[in-house]
Structure formats: structure tokens, C-alpha cells
């Protein structure tokens, strides 16, 4: 590894959730420049297998590299939970995925030891909360509740919707019956919910947003490996964040205008099955 | 072309609601062998752009020509809105989708003109529903709904459901404005939930399924050709239906025991990317 320490970041997910991850690294690492890749050709993650988000994984982390990225963030909950460590072995830089530095987060702030997890059927059949959170804190009960139609909600705009609170409600019953004290929001497009979530369940419970954490987390990793980036983007440097996808480039730029704090353009169109 | 009558008849999609498709042929052609592939892998193609629908059903076609179809069914609608043409040129044995089947039959049975049709955001967008009625009765006037939740919330089981009932008339509400008098289940997810819709826009709108339609076309190509199976399957024989997925085989193989009036003990994984 021998990279500029202005060299972006790599940032994937199955397709536009995993802003929110980046909207959180662009608001508190300022200086960094990214390179955001979005599977949108092979949307969702969630409901495919441990082998197919693994190969997916495997390609996406090749066009990465292609990139010169000095670091990858797996930003999306799936692909962390079956795949971060074949990330890891393939990248050459430092990785990081979102379950983590949630599920870390979620150990320091429960006061009761009942922690609820909302994310899609892959990660939560995967149990890869479940075994974050026993490493850190064996003690602690994990409630986890698979959400498959909250992306779609999502993706839909219906995010302010009474048909959402309603939904949101029926999955949450279990897991409010559990007399949790903290909810994981184990799918990057679920921070989309959060004011949602937060008027059905009241004050009482933490929400944690994974992305805001990995955000932190990666601080601290640029840091150890002294990769951080110390000179902000000049002015004649072509945009310090750049967005390919493998499909539908316009409907993604779209919906990264509506929830990132800069101007996307465009995005690029990548043949990821090549990679 | 050169098959034997006996050869299977190949039926797609791009991943469970083909089964509705499957389903009529079985009923309506008890003679017919099929091979199904379900491109679980990629699912859903109703958000995806023209060019990754016609390379994925490039894909499909080359992979059922492996398995020496006698003719091919474009068991999904975006599929047929997007690459029937493509699947026509590549085939080299007929070819019928599920969109002309559906409009003729809405041209037949509609008595004030105005048909509506729900389907995924992609086959809406394509207007291949308008272009395929224009080409039969240039005064009937479609009225075309995309309905992104409908697939997932099938997927979920929530048929008969009050939230499924919601969503479905937000989704109609501009729809029934319109005054139809037949509505065209423009997606082969939907028949699924035809009882559902049945009860919300009462009985005095007609429910065009272009599955049984397709299943009827099907059976007036075999004849046309001369290709159609003159001998039941033996006794002896390897089961006359085989199902083939790029992802989740066993949870395509659950669903397809509930919605299918046969046993499918298992699915066949197929690297579909190779082909």
C-alpha cells in the first residue's frame, strides 16, 4: 500500500443506500474524497444468498481498485454480513463495513441489555449483529426483526406516509415486546426512516444509524494507518466525489440530490459483471 | 429448428411471478414439459433500465437453448417490454411474451374503451402495454399505473392483507378516476393478488390475467407450428417440469410449492452470468 493520502475513498453498497453513509463521511470528513459505487443493476442485497453478494462483492471491490481508492467503506449491511472478510482479503487498503461500529455503539449506550435489530432477510438470517455484539458484550440479548418492505418504501419517497407507520409498526411489535432500549438501524436506507421511527417509538428508545458510527470509525482508521487526507480538494481538482453505478445513472443521481448536501451531476455507468 | 415435439417448452422471469405464467401452461397444456429459470440472482427487473433487461434475457435465452426448448414463453412483462424482439432474434424457436397476449384480450372485452393497466415502473415507462393496444384498436385510451410496492409486498406473503388492500387503492385511486371498465394485471406477480383487487374494485370491471391469455396463445403457437406434445409424459420419466434459479434455490422452490399445483422438490442453480 503506498497511496496519496489524498486518494478517495472507496464506498459501496447494492445500490442507493449506502449514502446515507456517505452523506455521514461528507459532513464529518470534510477534506476526504470519495468514490461511490452503487450496484443498482443487482438491487437489492437483502434477499440473495451469502454466495451471490460474495461474488457481487468480490467484482465491485476489483472496480474499486481500478479507482485507486485508499480505503473501502462496505456500506451496506448485507454485503458486510456475508462478505466483509472476503472484502478485507481482496482489497489491499484498510476496510471497514457498517455492523461493527452499530453494534459497538449499541453495547456502550443500552442500559437494560435489550438491544433491537430492523434490517433486511439477509442480515438478520445472517446473525451477523447478533455475533458483533456477543463479542463485545456476551451478556447483552439481541432482538432482530427482518424488514423486507421498508426499502421499497423507501425507494417509493412514501418516507412521511401513514402506510410507513403502519408498516413499521407491525414489524416493530415483537421487538418492542421485548422491552428493548436501543434499535439498531441495520439497513443503510433505514436512517431514511428515522423520524419516522422515532415518533412511533417515543423518546425512550436509542436509535443508532450505523452510518453515522462508520463514519466515525473510518476517522479513526485513516488516522492509525496515517492515510487521512490533509489537503482539501483545490479549487481546479475535478469533483472531490465521484458516483458510478451499474444501471440507471439518472434515476440514481436523482435520489443522491435528494439526500446528499452537494450537487450530483451524474453518475458513470460501470460493467461491473466485467470485473 | 428441428425438436422433437416432446422437447420442453422454456418459460422465464426474472424470478418467482413467471409461476403464475407456469402455472396456466400446466393447467391448460397438461401434455407440455417445461423448463423455468427464475433469475432469482438479479431480481427485480420492473426498476431496471432497457439495456440490463435485454443483456440479462441475452443471458437466459442462451442458457434455455442448453436445455433444447422447443419454444420460449417471456414469462415476465418487463422482460417482454424491454427484449422480446432480442429473444426473438436469438431464439431460433417461437417465441411469445405476456404483453400482446393481454392487450388483445382487453381489446376484445372492453365496452367503453378505457383500460387500465398496473405493472412495474419499467413496463409502465415502456408503454408496451399502450403500443401493443394502439396496434389492435387505436381508440382505446390506457391508462397505465406503476406499482413498485405490489411485487415486494407478494414476496412478503401479505396478500390478503389490510395494508395490501391500502396500498393497492392509493396505487388505483387515478386509475378508477378514469372510469375503466377492464384492468390488464400487468405484471406476472399480480394474479396473486387478484382476488384481493377483485374485492376493492368490485364486480364491474373486467380482470384481464395475461398468464391464462399467454397459456392460450402458447397452445394456438404449438399448433401453428406443429410442435405441440403428442404424448403425456411417461412414467418412467424424469419429472416433466424442472426449475432452474441463479440464486436461493430452495426459497424458489418453497414458493413455488405454494403457488403450483404440483410437488417441486428442488431448484437447480445455474451461473447465469456465464452464459
Tied chains: 1, 2.
Excluded at 434477499?47 to 476489483?62: A, D, G, L, N, W
Excluded at 471497514?96 to 461500529?101: K, L, T, W
Excluded at 481546479?236 to 448536501?261: C, H, K
Amino acid at each position: 500500500m503506498n497511496k496519496s493520502k489524498e486518494a478517495p475513498i472507496g464506498v459501496f453498497d447494492s445500490g442507493l443506500g449506502g449514502l446515507t453513509v456517505a452523506r455521514e463521511i461528507m459532513r464529518n470528513l470534510p477534506m476526504e474524497r470519495i468514490v461511490y459505487f452503487g450496484d443498482t443493476a443487482r438491487v437489492p442485497y437483502g434477499s440473495k444468498s451469502e454466495q451471490t453478494v460474495q461474488r457481487y462483492s468480490r467484482q465491485i471491490v476489483s472496480f474499486l481498485k481500478t479507482q485507486n481508492v485508499k480505503a473501502i467503506v462496505v456500506a451496506c449491511n448485507t454485503a458486510t454480513a456475508f462478505a466483509l472478510d472476503i472484502v478485507r482479503e481482496e482489497a489491499g487498503v484498510p476496510v471497514i463495513g457498517v455492523i461493527e461500529p452499530g453494534a459497538r455503539i449499541a453495547c456502550d449506550i443500552t442500559r437494560n441489555g435489550r438491544v433491537g435489530v430492523i434490517a433486511t432477510r439477509a442480515t438478520i438470517e445472517s446473525r451477523a449483529y447478533n455475533d458483533a455484539i456477543r463479542e463485545i458484550r456476551p451478556d447483552i440479548n439481541v432482538i432482530g426483526k427482518a424488514c423486507p418492505l421498508l426499502c421499497p418504501l423507501v425507494e417509493e419517497g412514501w418516507i412521511h406516509d401513514r402506510i410507513t407507520e403502519e408498516i413499521i409498526m407491525r414489524y416493530l411489535d415483537d421487538v418492542l415486546e421485548n422491552e428493548i432500549d436501543t434499535l439498531i438501524l441495520g439497513c443503510t436506507h433505514y436512517p431514511l426512516l428515522r423520524s419516522t421511527i422515532r415518533k412511533l417509538i417515543g423518546d425512550g428508545i436509542s436509535l443508532v444509524n450505523p452510518a453515522y458510527e462508520t463514519a466515525r470509525d473510518l476517522k479513526r482508521l485513516l488516522g492509525e494507518y496515517d492515510i487521512a487526507a490533509q489537503d482539501p480538494p483545490e479549487a481546479g481538482e475535478p469533483t472531490p466525489y465521484r458516483f458510478f453505478v451499474s444501471d440507471e445513472a439518472q434515476r440514481f443521481a436523482d435520489f443522491a440530490n435528494s439526500i446528499l448536501p452537494i450537487d450530483v451531476k451524474t453518475a458513470r455507468l460501470v460493467p461491473i459483471e466485467e470485473y
